[in-house]
């Protein structure tokens, strides 16, 4: 193969599947920090907690908002433990580790729409690759929705 070949099927390829890699680098991030589960007073917008669904499990489940859990005195529990707060807390490296993460899906959506640009600009099919990037974006939200 030519590398003019190899270079035009990277671009199809990749212009396939830059929806499915903006979609899993956003809502990854938000998994970092947990931000798709309800904890303390914070409830995470549905629209949150159903794609981070579809990236964990895939599926999307219309009216699937879940509600936090009744609290535990309610359940005739005297409450959390004494060691409750200090397990609640992250270590600093830990959530060092976790911005430094949140680096990757970052630098993959700028490189994702760097790369979208570019196979929609830089190849002579521009048809072609408008067909390659709606079909990537529809194909998985028409599965979701079946």
């Given at each position: 193969?030519?590398?003019?070949?190899?270079?035009?099927?990277?671009?199809?390829?990749?212009?396939?599947?830059a929806p499915s890699v903006l979609?899993?680098?956003?809502?990854?991030?938000?998994?970092?920090?947990?931000?798709?589960?309800?904890?303390?007073?914070?409830?995470?917008?549905?629209?949150?907690?159903?794609?981070?669904?579809?990236?964990?499990?895939?599926?999307?489940?219309?009216?699937?908002?879940?509600?936090?859990?009744?609290?535990?005195?309610?359940?005739?529990?005297?409450?959390?433990?004494?060691?409750?707060?200090?397990?609640?807390?992250?270590?600093?490296?830990?959530?060092?580790?976790?911005?430094?993460?949140?680096?990757?899906?970052?630098?993959?959506?700028?490189?994702?729409?760097?790369?979208?640009?570019?196979?929609?600009?830089?190849?002579?099919?521009?048809?072609?690759?408008?067909?390659?990037?709606?079909?990537?974006?529809?194909?998985?939200?028409?599965?979701?929705?079946?």
């Amino acid at each position: 193969m030519s590398p003019a070949t190899i270079r035009k099927g990277h671009s199809y390829i990749g212009l396939f599947i830059a929806p499915s890699v903006l979609f899993f680098s956003l809502t990854g991030a938000v998994q970092l920090f947990s931000l798709h589960e309800a904890h303390g007073s914070y409830q995470p917008p549905a629209v949150v907690e159903k794609l981070s669904s579809v990236h964990k499990d895939q599926v999307f489940l219309f009216g699937d908002h879940h509600t936090p859990p009744e609290p535990q005195a309610a359940a005739g529990k005297a409450g959390p433990g004494p060691g409750a707060q200090e397990d609640d807390r992250t270590p600093p490296s830990t959530l060092m580790l976790k911005w430094f993460f949140l680096l990757v899906p970052l630098g993959l959506v700028v490189s994702t729409t760097f790369g979208i640009w570019t196979g929609l600009t830089q190849i002579r099919q521009t048809r072609m690759s408008w067909i390659l990037l709606i079909a990537g974006t529809r194909i998985p939200v028409g599965l979701i929705v079946l």
